[in-house]
């Protein structure tokens, strides 16, 4: 079978063939129809990530083995299933939830399998979906599909997600204002939840007017480019002075986690969730003076991705597609993604 993988950070991935996996016990092989753009897998690519003064977190020195398949946004239709699978089966249309844990550690004994002490995530930790097959470790982590497409359903299981988690982490009323730094593939799903499920007043923020004109059109109140006007001001003046309740910023960068502490009004949560990175100084009494709260957030759980999934089928989100690769362009996907080309998600066809 074909396979995008990286061989080496940095380099062009290559397309190469290699064994299609056997499904054994609780396992099942997909055919892979749709694998979603991911802006983590361009961090995969490029080897890790800005740390603190100049520094960098190398992605191997976390665990990841190079050479790999990445890929952790996928949907397809299950070619075969081990003999232990009992309610699925080949044909079934699905979507793969690819945060897998080791099962053992405290956060995966209560669901939390995302947040695993030994993480095993699909396209980071193990071969994903940049590939015309799949192997899922267990059959329990596929959600059937049954109105959505498998395009429209594979980013709910990273940006769909995380955004998700990102909401609740926020824990927003619809008499506050939550401000939404970044609106690329998480952020426009952001947007839809948070206006969905909390119904505040949302400020959305980012670089790209084509990029703010959807979250508009998705559901923010307000949006603003912070190339062209300070989004401190700007907040400020649509929360007449005080600051935006939450902020959930899916960039954090040195250059938006600053402002957004200074956008933040006391009592307020900050969730960061982007990998940009970088570091900040942040005065530390501000923290218990203006008892704010700093909530860092990762992807989300399978129980959650069920609810999302029945919020597709609804119509009550949608996932944004601007673009369509096949495997052979896995490369070009990646680069216009990183030039700053895709509105919402790419999706590869392998
Ligand atoms: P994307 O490339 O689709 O979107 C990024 C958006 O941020 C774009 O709209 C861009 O214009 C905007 N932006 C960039 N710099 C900005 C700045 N300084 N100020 C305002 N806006 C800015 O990326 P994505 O797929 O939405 O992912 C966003 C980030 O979240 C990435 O770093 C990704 O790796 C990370 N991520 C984190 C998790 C998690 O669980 N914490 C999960 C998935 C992705």
Not at 28 to 43: N, P, T, W
Not at 307 to 326: H, Y
Request: aromatic content about 4%.
């Amino acid at each position: 079978m074909k396979a995008a993988r990286i061989i080496k950070p940095k380099e062009p991935l290559i397309i190469t063939d290699i064994q299609k996996p056997e499904p054994k016990g609780m396992q099942a092989l997909i055919k892979v129809i749709a694998s979603g753009v991911c802006h983590s897998d361009l961090h995969l690519w490029e080897g890790g990530y800005a740390g603190a003064a100049g520094s960098f977190i190398r992605v191997e020195d976390r665990g990841v083995k190079f050479p790999l398949t990445p890929g952790h946004e996928i949907a397809g239709i299950v070619e075969k299933v081990g003999e232990d699978v009992n309610g699925l089966r080949s044909g079934d249309r699905v979507l793969v939830y690819p945060w897998i844990g080791d099962g053992l550690c405290p956060a995966c004994r209560v669901g939390s399998e995302n947040i695993c002490d030994n993480p095993r995530s699909l396209g980071v930790y193990q071969n994903g979906g940049y590939a015309e097959y799949l192997l899922v470790p267990s059959a329990k982590y596929l959600v059937k599909l049954d109105k959505l497409k498998e395009e429209e359903a594979a980013s709910l299981a990273c940006s769909g997600l995380t955004a998700y988690s990102a909401v609740k982490n926020a824990n927003i009323k619809p008499s506050e204002a939550l401000v939404i730094v970044g609106a690329g593939g998480l952020g426009l799903i952001g947007v839809q939840l948070a206006r969905s499920i909390t119904n505040s007043k949302i400020i959305v923020i980012d670089l790209d007017d084509k990029k703010l004109m959807e979250a508009k059109k998705l559901g923010a109140d307000y949006i603003v480019n912070s190339k062209s006007e300070d989004p401190v001001k700007a907040v400020k003046e649509l929360t007449n002075g005080l600051g935006a309740d939450a902020v959930i910023d899916f960039v954090n960068a040195s250059s938006t986690v600053s402002k957004d502490l200074e956008m933040l009004r006391k009592r307020g949560r900050l969730v960061p969730v982007g990998l940009f990175g970088g570091s900040i100084e942040l005065p530390l009494v501000s923290i218990p003076l203006r008892a704010i709260k700093i909530i860092g957030s990762y992807t989300g759980r399978l129980d959650d991705l069920f609810d999302l999934v029945t919020l597709a089928e609804r119509g009550v989100i949608k996932t944004i597609i601007s673009k369509r690769f096949l495997l052979d362009e896995v490369n070009k996907a990646l680069e216009e993604l990183k030039e700053g080309k895709i509105v919402g998600r790419a999706i590869i066809n392998p």
